[in-house]
């Protein structure tokens, strides 16, 4: 009984944290494809296509209990061509009372298409630096995932902003163009003091807390973040937090993870969140410095299921390991570097996914990394085609952009394989060489910059893997069927596609080899060609072959078996499982033609005659020797099959 009792105690927490796994990747992706969806119906503005913004000064007038802001936001803005006239994204609900330049209030107006078109007080030449201030107020009508959003948690009001896609104009004046970053910004909160139970309101946004100044009734909060940062990700939040700190030493640069969260939930999130700084240290060693080191990350709870990686401040809304490896993830792969459209989707979310993955391989957190790739796997295969590069049609489609399957799971495995495939210590650096690369660093990337760096750091060319992993469909079904003749192990390896897309796939097999007397030995099958035979040597009795013993390989529905006579080996045609009682799978190399199948019992009698295939369904026919005959351009082949 204590045996088996050690078993349920030891499977059931694994089960149950695959079963968490699971659960928070799809809460993740349901939200990202909800978000996008959103994004999707918009468009960014034509009419402010004319400037580059360059600071945001962001001064908001707010309180948890009311669903109402007032500000100042200041913007400098440089022209791109000559223009007498400035646009900016603001809900027409918005009221703007006044627009300010140096002290001078310029002519403007709102209309229907949440516009704020401004009259310049002279032409501004192209090149030209200069700013503006908008003072304005209203009743904020959410737009994005809840931009602007006031509610409750156990009785205390909450207010936050989460303006992905598009929603930041909901709720103040701004420039909601994704390629147009904003290189810093200011944020200064100004709300009650304290709530209606006299708790201290703490306030939150991007970047390095600068100042709290009292104001009679009122606390200012002010925030500079110096880096990159588009509209959406620009963030606040306001209720009585509870503030706590884990220190990230970042070799001798030190920086703060800031936790805010709710009182209620103070316990729990600090039994959970120290998991960050660890998962912080291993993405620092494995690929480069956290982005924003020179000012904080953090998390602030809020009223939402999934969670919203703004930029140095990841809104959360719970902490469960995968969700802050995820969100944390996309600090790098996502803000950092954005993809530069919807096909290339898995540059974010395939990334993030994988990095998940390497926390558990490398802190054995939330199950072994091995379990991870087997689950990945399953998912990808659920479907014989599909690829983690989209068309033109399938961006149409938000929900195949957010795919399971492609743009996560098997975006997380082509690295993984890319990984085996060139070896750690290039597949690392390519990435350290990807993330720092002056073109793309603080801004946008396509697949095809990603691929040219990977070959330039490994010197190969990678274009048939992104063909075969990338760009088409499907995965390799593979049969190997071995003997042992003295030291020396042959094994002959054949392969099928689940799509026509890819003729072949060019794979490095892991094959684990297992002694009689417990004895292991790894071999790597250099699988280039179909049919293709292998001699090993192999100092020991063969008991068995186990394929893929760690789970590297997109594949599905594999065989290994052992040849009782070795015949395998003197033909082109390869037959499994032999014996069977249901199906014989075929295999035959690309140059052997086969223009007839036929099988008879051993009175001679015909049971069945085709053209070549690549199954035989065998069910109906009585058990015992079945003889298959085979014509081909090469001459007569003959095969035994045994049906049991």
């Known amino acids: 009984m204590k045996y088996y009792l050690f078993l349920f105690l030891f499977i059931m927490p694994l089960i149950l944290i695959g079963q968490d796994f699971e659960k928070s990747m799809k809460s993740i992706r349901e939200a990202e494809a909800k978000s996008a969806l959103k994004r999707m119906l918009y468009r960014a503005n034509m009419n402010t296509g004319n400037y580059d913004v360059k600071y945001h000064r962001l001064e908001f007038n707010v309180d948890p209990s009311q669903a109402t802001i007032s500000g100042n936001v200041t913007t400098y803005f440089e022209a791109k061509e000559n223009m007498n006239e400035i646009t900016f994204d603001l809900a027409d609900n918005m009221t703007v009372s006044q627009v300010l330049q140096r002290g001078v209030p310029l002519t403007y107006t709102q209309n229907n298409n949440d516009e704020l078109v401004i009259t310049l007080p002279a032409n501004q030449s192209q090149g030209v630096l200069d700013s503006l201030t908008i003072s304005y107020s209203g009743n904020p009508v959410s737009s994005g995932f809840g931009s602007f959003e006031v509610n409750t948690h156990n009785g205390d009001p909450v207010l936050w902003t989460l303006s992905e896609p598009y929603g930041a104009k909901g709720w103040w004046p701004c420039k909601q163009d994704l390629i147009d970053k904003i290189d810093s910004i200011d944020v200064f909160i100004t709300a009650p003091q304290f709530n209606p139970s006299n708790e201290e309101y703490i306030a939150v946004s991007n970047g390095l807390e600068q100042s709290q100044v009292i104001n009679g009734m009122n606390k200012t909060t002010r925030f500079k973040h110096k880096y990159p940062i588009p509209a959406y990700l620009i963030a606040i939040a306001v209720t009585n937090y509870e503030v706590y700190t884990h220190n990230v030493p970042n070799n001798g640069n030190p920086f703060d993870i800031v936790n805010y969260v709710y009182p209620e939930n103070l316990a729990s999130a600090q039994a959970s969140t120290p998991v960050t700084v660890d998962i912080m240290n291993l993405f620092t060693n494995l690929f480069e410095e956290y982005p924003f080191a020179n000012e904080k990350y953090g998390h602030a709870q809020f009223g939402w299921g999934g969670g919203m990686e703004h930029t140095t401040v990841s809104f959360m809304g719970s902490f469960g390991e995968n969700l802050i490896a995820h969100e944390l993830a996309h600090q790098w792969f996502g803000n950092k570097i954005t993809c530069g459209s919807w096909k290339d989707i898995w540059l974010n979310e395939g990334f993030a996914t994988y990095l998940s993955g390497l926390a558990r391989e490398h802190l054995v957190i939330s199950g072994d990394f091995k379990t991870w790739k087997q689950q990945r796997i399953t998912s990808i295969t659920s479907q014989p085609n599909g690829s ?84 088409n469909q499907g995965y390799p079904r593979y049969n190997i069927v071995w003997n042992q003749s003295g030291n020396q192990l042959n094994t002959l390896v054949s392969q099928s596609q689940s799509d026509a897309s890819v003729s072949f796939f060019e794979v490095a097999l892991p094959i684990k080899v297992h002694g009689t007397m417990g004895e292991e030995l790894d071999i790597i099958l250099d699988n280039t060609s179909n049919n293709q035979a292998f001699s090993n040597t192999v100092n020991f009795t063969i008991a068995s072959l186990e394929f893929d013993p760690e789970a590297d390989i997109i594949s599905k529905n594999n065989s290994v078996t052992l040849s009782l006579n070795g015949s395998e080996f003197d033909t082109s045609i390869t037959i499994y499982p032999n014996p069977s009682n249901q199906f014989f799978m075929l295999y035959k190399p690309d140059n052997l033609e086969v223009e007839e199948v036929s099988l008879f019992n051993i009175l001679g009698q015909l049971l069945y005659k085709s053209s070549w295939t690549s199954q035989i369904d065998v069910s109906s026919f009585s058990t015992g020797l079945i003889f298959a005959q085979f014509k081909t351009n090469q001459g007569i082949i003959n095969k035994s099959l045994l049906k049991n």
Request: aromatic share 16%.
């Open 388 to 471: 983690v590069y989209l068309t033109d049609t399938d961006t149409t489609n938000v929900y195949r952009i957010f795919d399971r399957e492609m743009s996560y799971d098997k975006g997380a495995m082509v690295l993984h394989m890319l990984r085996k495939k060139i070896g750690d210590t290039d597949f690392y650096q390519g990435l350290k060489n990807y993330l720092s690369d002056p073109n793309h660093a603080y801004d946008y990337a396509k697949t095809a910059d990603f691929i040219g760096i990977m070959e330039t750091t490994s010197g190969q060319n990678l274009t048939e893997f992104f063909n075969d992993w990338l760009y």
